[in-house]
């Protein structure tokens, strides 16, 4: 069965500091796709990243960067020199499936809220 | 281009009514997904309607449902409600669906008296 597994619940930080948000996978498919997303306090999800089983590059975007792991199921994400604006609940996600198919559910972590402070 | 709209933003019913929950996808997208959101459960899927065709459902009992328009917009629709249904109901639209990118609506918070 799927599972997300975020095991911070609450991270706090002080501005510039590094910080990486961990998250580790369960599936029994060899094609799923991972993704994470960002859920600052205005409510609305904002989309940050999208990895398929096939791709292990890690992938960095600007102070963003992802460690994609199959050998330990885990996706971590990275946040260099944290910036005030970078608090939110951050979420990580599992979506077994294909390209073009329509099975397959979306399972999201409990979320990982992260507090940088000035 | 706009984003994601959900209406109403707020609403607040009581135990055994009904409620239906309106979202407009971003232009051009025929994917619209539903999302129950709560302090316990956290994200939860609910279902995916493409090109007015439920895609898939989440582990949802049957007094949820929806459907997609011919203009892609989609409504949901809880019957009987339950105190237990109080949440934040968030649609995401894409281009292909849920399994790439998604945009995200603000939401619509029920609260069920």
């Known amino acids: 069965a799927q599972k997300v597994t975020q095991a911070q619940t609450e991270i706090s930080v002080v501005e510039k500091e590094d910080v990486t948000l961990d998250c580790v996978y369960e599936t029994r498919d060899t094609t799923y796709y991972l993704f994470w997303y960002k859920q600052p306090p205005s409510g609305e999800l904002v989309f940050l990243i999208r990895r398929n089983s096939f791709d292990e590059q890690n992938e960095i975007s600007g102070r963003y960067s992802w460690n994609f792991q199959k050998s330990t199921s885990s996706f971590n994400f990275t946040i260099t020199a944290s910036q005030v604006v970078d608090s939110a609940v951050y979420f990580c996600?599992?979506?077994?499936?294909?390209?073009?198919?329509?099975?397959?559910?979306?399972?999201f972590g409990k979320g990982t809220k992260l507090s940088v402070k000035p | 281009k706009a984003g994601v709209t959900q209406t109403p933003r707020y609403l607040i019913k009581t135990r055994g009514q009904q409620v239906t929950l309106s979202c407009s996808p971003i232009?051009?997208?025929?994917?619209v997904s539903w999302y129950q959101q709560t302090p316990g459960q956290g994200l939860q899927f609910l279902f995916e309607y493409f090109s007015e065709t439920q895609r898939n459902k989440g582990n949802f009992p049957g007094r949820f449902s929806g459907r997609q328009f011919s203009n892609s917009r989609s409504e949901m629709n809880v019957s009987t409600l339950e105190l237990g249904d109080s949440a934040l109901y968030l649609c995401a639209s894409s281009l292909y669906g849920r399994f790439y990118e998604q945009y995200f609506g603000p939401g619509t918070r029920l609260t069920v008296t």
């Open positions: 232009s051009g997208h025929r994917s």
């Open positions: 996600a599992l979506s077994e499936g294909y390209y073009g198919g329509s099975q397959g559910n979306l399972i």
